[in-house]
């Protein structure tokens, strides 16, 4: 038997693993208004169920509905804003006279801070200009504009 390998990911040991989010949704993406908790926790549990033979995941919605303890609409909107950031790709499964489902193959999230404000720079404007009062904020915001 080999050494057990140590943990470096954590600071603590865990048994059952831990899911990773990618370092640029965690810096980037948790700023644009489409991206919220609810959005964060169903792309967290989609990583989860990634199967890397197939390429993607494909939990059906009452399933996530269930682990990730949320409403149908809640779903929709954060699945809408999954593909809308270009998190993911919805692929549709259809059985004929059987069951409907989809999978959700996963995009490399922009990891460039100005790539990510040259994309979703109008969006985020948006959103800080009615939550800003004060100017120099919203002045230093729109350098990236």
């Known amino acids: 038997m080999g050494k057990k390998e140590e943990n470096k990911a954590l600071p603590f040991e865990v048994e059952r693993g831990f ?6 949704v965690s810096e980037y993406y948790v700023r644009h208004p489409k991206f919220t908790p609810a959005t964060e926790r169903i792309y967290r549990y ?8 197939f390429g993607y995941a494909w939990p059906s919605w009452s399933v996530i509905i269930n682990e990730c303890n949320v409403s149908r609409g809640t779903v929709s909107s954060s699945l809408d804003s999954l593909e809308h950031l270009g998190l993911i790709e919805r692929i549709k499964f259809e059985k004929e006279g059987d069951w409907d489902n989809n999978g959700y193959r996963f995009n490399k999230p922009i990891e460039d801070e100005r790539e990510f404000y040259r994309k979703f720079g109008d969006e985020l404007a948006k959103k800080y200009r009615k939550d800003m009062e004060d100017t120099s904020e919203l002045n230093e915001l729109e350098r990236w504009f």
């Open 19 to 24: 899911n990773a989010l990618p370092t640029a």
């Open 46 to 53: 989609l990583l989860q169920r990634y199967n890397a033979e």
